[in-house]
């Protein structure tokens, strides 16, 4: 069984250029999650989504981070324009269940210069 | 909100056992998860205790109570390999899990 794909897994921009990445959850995972990960620290939960809609944005900044999960399925996260401190790595994940099991994908490193 | 609390770091020698205390305080608490991750990788699933107790995957053991809000991810016969950042995390009942700053366990010879 495939696991979470990501891509990219690095990607290097200038400020304030965009820069969207992209995922697909393991087939059959209604549950899908954008966290954000800075060095030595734990995952930041950016959005949530069950199927097509998003349950939970509330840390989602909103200005300049937008996301989308058309039909369910495959997910794509935008930031526009990207600012220094955006630089990350960028972690989705799936889960079938709300058993606290989360499947992670190898995540897209994001340098913003 | 959800808030976690692990130490930063814990060095032990192969062959001991390490214990990583958590903490939380979660409005809606479902349950507490543990995660791995090494350096570069993705966070890799561990164990998930949604009642209290023990429950013992090989060398690894988590425990809940839910009356202290405290868990702990008990690493057994520590191997060079088991060197890397642990993470606990809460589920609330509306299914967000958060995760904890992470403890780095550093495994020596």
């Known amino acids: 069984e495939a696991g979470v794909v990501q891509s990219p897994r690095y990607k290097i921009i200038e400020k304030k250029q965009p820069v969207a990445f992209w995922c697909n959850p393991i087939s059959g995972h209604n549950t899908l999650y954008w966290y954000r990960q800075n060095l030595g620290q734990g995952p930041e939960l950016l959005i949530r989504?069950?199927?097509?809609?998003?349950?939970?944005d509330s840390q989602l900044p909103k200005d300049r981070f937008s996301a989308e999960r058309l039909k369910g399925v495959d997910s794509t996260l935008k930031i526009q324009p990207a600012e220094l401190g955006d630089s990350a790595v960028y972690l989705c994940?799936?889960?079938?269940?709300?058993?606290?099991?989360?499947?992670f994908g190898e995540g897209s490193r994001l340098t913003v210069l | 909100g959800q808030s976690l609390e692990q130490p930063s770091e814990v060095t032990a020698v192969e062959g001991a056992i390490v214990q990583i205390n958590c903490t939380y305080q979660?409005?809606?608490?479902?349950?507490l998860s543990w995660y791995q991750q090494h350096d570069g990788g993705a966070p890799t699933f561990l164990s998930y205790n949604a009642l209290d107790g023990l429950e013992e995957t090989g060398r690894f053991s988590s425990f809940l109570s839910r009356s202290d809000s405290y868990g702990y991810l008990l690493l057994q016969e520590l191997q060079m390999k088991d060197s890397a950042s642990y993470f606990c995390?809460?589920?609330?009942?509306?299914?967000?899990?958060?995760f904890g700053a992470g403890t780095q366990v550093v495994v020596t010879p």
């Open positions: 979660t409005s809606g608490f479902y349950g």
């Open positions: 995390a809460s589920t609330d009942s509306w299914g967000k899990l958060q």
């Open positions: 994940a799936s889960s079938p269940t709300n058993t606290g099991e989360l499947f």
């Open positions: 989504y069950e199927n097509e809609e998003a349950v939970d």
